[in-house]
């Protein structure tokens, strides 16, 4: 059973952390396999943890979470420090939310040249209320349908805002929808924006609309018309104790398995390297 710590604490206090799941009384059980990842893909991070178990029963998968700049510290800490020497280390491979961290960790050769994997990509979607019988098929088909209301993030505050922004200008959209738009905060916002009645349709991440699946359902899906896409990758550490594994499990990613678990939770599976 996949194990998780979610530290938020001084990166020194999370070393400890992590020292403790490595050592502690259900380590002796499988091989240890540990992930060092944001919070933010913690959802498919797990999904693909457990079909690793899966198929490799001899093998645990922990998973420890940390937000950017700490999970940044965390890892410097563990290169720069003994005991935990070239090899030895223990943590085996990175997925952190963006693939800035990656790049920066590379330039200080924290990370294995060339290792790094792009395993998911996150979509728009149109979204509608599950109950909504005659709902829009495509973005498209939003200038025809001149009375549909559409809930929107902040592109001021948001990424997903940004994006939004940017599918809408590609499809011609945003002249058309200005007298239509109801701007909420963020992707929860959204949603409840659009539960609520205050707008027809709305548009978010795959992985949003999944989370909310029972009362909503994706009508049309874009991936392409965005210019700077989220892109979810892993690599490898310098310190990882077992590349072999590494290596064993960035191959999974490519699996039908793999890209089906993905495609379940709304992302756009991906196989190649950046």
Do not use: W
Not at 102 to 120: D, E, F, H, M
Not at 124 to 150: G, I, K, M, Y
Request: aromatic share 6%.
């Amino acid at each position: 059973m996949i194990m998780t710590a979610f530290r938020q604490q001084h990166c020194l206090s999370g070393f400890l952390s992590l020292l403790f799941i490595m050592t502690g009384p259900s380590a002796s059980l499988a091989e240890s396999f540990v992930i060092a990842a944001s919070p933010s893909v913690a959802v498919p991070l797990q999904a693909l943890g457990r079909a690793f178990e899966a198929a490799n029963p001899e093998v645990t998968v922990r998973l420890v979470f940390d937000t950017g700049l700490a999970l940044r510290q965390t890892i410097a800490t563990i290169e720069n420090r003994g005991p935990y020497f070239i090899g030895t280390g223990p943590i085996h491979l990175i997925a952190p939310g963006g693939d800035e961290l990656i790049a920066r960790l590379q330039q200080k050769y924290y990370v294995l040249p060339g290792t790094s994997v792009s395993y998911a990509a996150v979509p728009l979607v149109l979204v509608v209320p599950e109950s909504l019988v005659d709902a829009p098929t495509s973005f498209e088909s939003l200038v025809q349908d001149t009375h549909l209301r559409v809930a929107i993030a902040d592109p001021g505050l948001t990424t997903l805002g940004k994006q939004t922004l940017q599918l809408m200008q590609s499809f011609t959209l945003d002249q058309a929808l200005q007298d239509r738009l109801d701007v909420a905060a963020d992707a929860p916002s959204v949603l409840d924006h659009l539960l609520h009645g205050k707008a027809d349709v709305a548009i978010v991440y795959g992985p949003d609309a999944v989370q909310e699946r029972e009362r909503v359902r994706v009508v049309a899906t874009s991936f392409d018309h965005i210019q700077q896409p989220l892109v979810h990758s892993m690599a490898v550490l310098r310190s990882c104790p077992d590349r072999r594994r590494c290596e064993q499990f960035l191959s999974f990613l490519q699996r039908p398995e793999a890209h089906r678990i993905l495609a379940e939770l709304g992302y756009r599976p991906m196989s190649q390297k950046p």
